[in-house]
């Protein structure tokens, strides 16, 4: 039997993702990136940005979605999507260093692909 979707717990469940990343968040945006958490579908969580180039930028964990407990966090995937046409990246990279300065490396060279 489906539960009915409840906002409330909905909501609350992002509040407490971004706050597992709010040094992540806090990173992007001294970097000039408004990101937020999200989730992509089925609560399968990320970090997303949408660009000013007509491209969204979606942080997940180097080899799945973003782990909701920061303590399970393993390394980090960046991939750059066309807002207008979001299944596959235009751009992808990973790595298995789940440090802040890994993830902002590797956003660095998302914006010089």
Not at 37 to 59: K, P, R, V, W, Y
Not at 63 to 92: K, M, Q
Request: hydrophobic share 40%; glycine share 8%.
């Amino acid at each position: 039997m489906t539960r009915p979707f409840d906002r409330e717990r909905y909501d609350r469940a992002l509040a407490e993702g971004a706050e597992e990343y709010r040094d992540v968040l806090d990173a992007l945006k001294t970097i000039g990136i408004d990101a937020q958490f999200t989730q992509t579908g089925g609560m399968c969580a990320a970090i997303e940005a949408n660009l000013e180039d007509a491209t969204s930028l979606l942080i997940t964990d180097a080899d799945d979605s973003l782990s909701w407990d920061r303590g399970h966090h393993n390394g980090w995937g960046v991939g750059v999507y066309e807002i207008d046409a979001p299944d596959e990246p235009i751009w992808f990279d990973s790595v298995d260093d789940g440090s802040l300065q890994a993830l902002i490396d590797l956003v660095d060279r998302a914006f010089r692909r």
